[in-house]
């Protein structure tokens, strides 16, 4: 059994306290490796040795940085394979995911930010007096956590790292105790890469044992958070108090708006895509569609043939579009929110139900599942499911449209397709959510802000936001 351990100092160690817990294949159900149930000590480490390398680390040159990224960026592409192995066998998504998206997104984010800091500057103000100039210094905060969820591993603790590291910091990751093994091949990787020691520290185990100690801990000043809403407040509450530097990306119900008029091929695959890629464990995923009434029965009909069409299998059978959801507890959580669609009133269209591919009848799979006749304030409306589930609701008129694509406690993202140009842009404008796609879906440039508004997020990630988050600005005003 494979046995992963935490990167501190350099150094690839043991948790202090010898415990470690279950890795689990979703795939086959089983135990295959095993992750460092770390403790208070083991963090407390981590923090002092992110703490001792900060000054070094923070005065090399943006050209050292740039270098040592793209070193690292290098290592993950010559990794590829390996890496999406591991990826689709930790989390069950498709190793064709993994490898088309999550690996090449992972040395994208290294890339982009060894090239990032080389082009980040900040202002110079002239007047309004005269003779004076103010201009902004901008310094690392020093210790940060990046704290990050199950369902993108490295794609998205790798989107939290390589800014911090690129603008100074030093840095105490905590990737998710559920999807461990990428953020180890990555502590590997960075060792092979010569990042000096304490500069990077991985620690593995359960959030709630070390966020007891990161989140309150005097010498962290930054943290990012990406994963649930609920954990996000946890954080937000207990953080507030300290005036730590906080960023959070939180959970979503993402609304995709259909009208009529849209191109109707593009967007019915565009749709399926948005609505059960990576199992719709992806917090961006549309699982509100809301269609207009002239298009409603053509595009049902067709929606669920094509979601029924979908090949739910084995991640490392190269024929499967879907995989297996992350965990028995997620899987029976997701079947609750079938359960109670129907209980709810909703028509279950399709799937829904587990299945039990031979050979992995032990693994956790789920097909697809639609609904309609749902009320937009019932709970399977109002909650994120996190998994393969979506509802479909028609709607009569573009107001009509809005009022329900805003009706939701959470603002990440929302899709919208349609040809008329002004509706486009009148949407996007009213629409309350971080992030809009016209006629498309997940199409990113990491130099735009990401993040989400209401119970979605605070903050945004991506090119210089993610560079200011991670930095101090500092007003010098001269008079000559
Ligand atoms: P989670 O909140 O349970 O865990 C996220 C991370 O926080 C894990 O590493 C976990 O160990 C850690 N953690 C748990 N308790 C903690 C605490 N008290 N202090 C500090 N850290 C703690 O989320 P999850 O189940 O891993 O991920 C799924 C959620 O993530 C969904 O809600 C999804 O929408 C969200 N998500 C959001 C985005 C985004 O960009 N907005 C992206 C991906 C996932």
Redesign the pocket.
């Known amino acids: 059994m494979e046995r992963i351990s935490n990167y501190i100092n350099g150094h690839l160690k043991s948790p202090v306290g010898g415990s470690f817990l279950h890795v689990f294949n979703p795939s086959s159900g089983q135990i295959y490796a095993e992750v460092p149930a770390s403790e208070p000590e083991d963090v407390e480490n981590a923090v002092q040795a992110a703490q001792l390398a900060f000054p070094a680390w923070s005065n090399t040159s943006v050209q050292e940085r740039h270098d040592i990224l793209s070193k690292i960026a290098e290592l993950i592409k010559e990794r590829a394979a390996t890496l999406a192995h591991a990826e689709a066998q930790d989390t069950g998504k498709p190793l064709n995911l993994a490898a088309q998206v999550d690996i090449p997104r992972a040395a994208a984010n290294f890339d982009f930010f060894a090239n990032a800091i080389t082009q980040f500057s900040s202002e110079a103000h002239h007047g309004p007096h005269r003779n004076a100039l103010n201009y902004t210094l901008r310094a690392p905060l020093g210790v940060v956590?990046c704290?990050?969820?199950?369902?993108?591993p490295l794609y998205?603790i790798t989107w939290k790292i390589a800014p911090a590291l690129a603008a100074g910091n030093t840095v105490v990751a905590?990737?998710?105790?559920?999807?461990p093994m990428t953020a180890f091949l990555l502590s590997q990787i960075c060792i092979e890469a010569g990042l000096p020691p304490g500069v990077l520290n991985v620690i593995h185990?359960?959030?709630?044992v070390?966020?007891?100690t990161?989140?309150v801990h005097p010498l962290v000043k930054g943290?990012s958070?990406?994963?649930?809403?609920?954990?996000?407040a946890?954080?937000a509450g207990?953080t507030s108090p300290l005036f730590k530097k906080v960023s959070?990306?939180?959970?979503?119900k993402n609304p995709c708006l259909i009208f009529a008029d849209c191109d109707y091929e593009k967007m019915l695959d565009k749709t399926i895509g948005s609505s059960f890629s990576n199992q719709g464990?992806?917090?961006?995923c549309s699982s509100r569609i809301l269609i207009e009434r002239s298009l409603y029965d053509r595009f049902k009909e067709d929606f669920v043939k094509r979601a029924e069409a979908l090949r739910v299998g084995p991640p490392m059978d190269d024929t499967s579009d879907i995989g297996a959801v992350?965990s028995s507890e997620?899987l029976n959580k997701v079947l609750g929110y079938v359960a109670l669609g129907q209980k709810e009133g909703g028509t279950l269209l399709c799937g829904g139900n587990q299945i039990h591919p031979p050979g992995y009848e032990k693994g956790w799979y789920i097909r697809p599942a639609v609904f309609e006749n749902l009320a937009s304030d019932c709970r399977t409306n109002q909650e994120?499911v996190?998994g393969p589930v979506v509802t479909l609701t028609p709607f009569e008129t573009e107001e009509e449209a809005l009022q329900l694509a805003n009706d939701s406690s959470y603002g990440?993202s929302a899709t919208v397709w349609t040809r008329d140009l002004s509706r486009a842009h009148r949407l996007s404008k009213s629409i309350n959510v971080g992030i809009v796609w016209i006629n498309t879906w997940l199409l990113r440039d990491l130099r735009t802000p990401?993040?989400?508004m209401k119970n979605?997020?605070m903050g945004r990630?991506g090119g210089l936001e993610a560079l200011r988050f991670f930095t101090e600005p500092k007003n010098v005003c001269i008079e000559y």
């Open positions: 956590a704290i990050s969820p199950w369902n993108l998205l905590k990737p998710s105790e559920v999807t185990g359960s959030g709630a070390i966020g007891k990161l989140n943290i958070f990406t994963g649930s809403t609920r954990v996000g946890e954080i207990i959070l990306e939180m959970g979503g464990q992806i917090c961006l992350i997620h994120e996190f990440l990401f993040g989400g979605s997020g990630e």
